[in-house]
């Protein structure tokens, strides 16, 4: 998560239909504003990682490592990346997860995230992440999910329709 990110309150949610007026074109691929309010209350319970404002190499090694490793936590956790949990993660190795990374591509500096993000994980991990583009859906060996959470991210319809797909394949 980006310092300054806000999860989506339940006003917003429930007046997504209004707010985001173009999720009504996700219905084609047969995903409903019900599953998308769905997605995006679950998406707050799965672990996540707040960046600092200023990132070191050891908290973007650290970030790194979350990701990997994140699987196995409880819902509900929640960390805040510094330099001291930097070096407590530091030497975690690879794992078999294969991870999709999604995030608003259409926004330059999220789109820089990612690549950012799948250059740094592809060392820890046994094949390289994908970044989920909007004219492409899911492999099937997708296990995990790195969600670039910045401003207006669950304002972009193709981000939410990832986000649906991956609440009912329980990513």
Request: net charge negative.
């Amino acid at each position: 998560l980006t310092p300054d990110f806000e999860w989506p309150d339940d006003s917003f949610i429930d007046a997504y239909r209004t707010m985001v007026p173009d999720v009504e074109a996700l219905s084609a691929y047969g995903i409903g504003v019900d599953m998308v309010r769905s997605a995006l209350r679950r998406l707050e319970r799965q672990p996540s990682c707040t960046c600092p404002p200023e990132m070191s190499h050891e908290c973007i090694q650290a970030l790194a490592s979350f990701v990997v490793h994140c699987k196995g936590l409880q819902e509900g956790h929640s960390e805040v990346l510094s330099p001291a949990a930097a070096a407590s993660k530091a030497g975690q190795q690879a794992s078999g997860a294969e991870v999709a990374i999604i995030a608003d591509v259409a926004a330059f500096e999220c789109a820089c995230t990612a690549l950012v993000i799948q250059s740094l994980l592809q060392p820890l991990m046994c094949s390289s992440p994908e970044i989920l583009m909007p004219d492409k859906a899911f492999s099937n060996q997708i296990t995990q999910l790195c969600l670039v959470c910045s401003n207006g991210v669950f304002g972009n319809p193709l981000v939410v329709r990832a986000l649906a797909e991956a609440a009912q394949r329980s990513l």
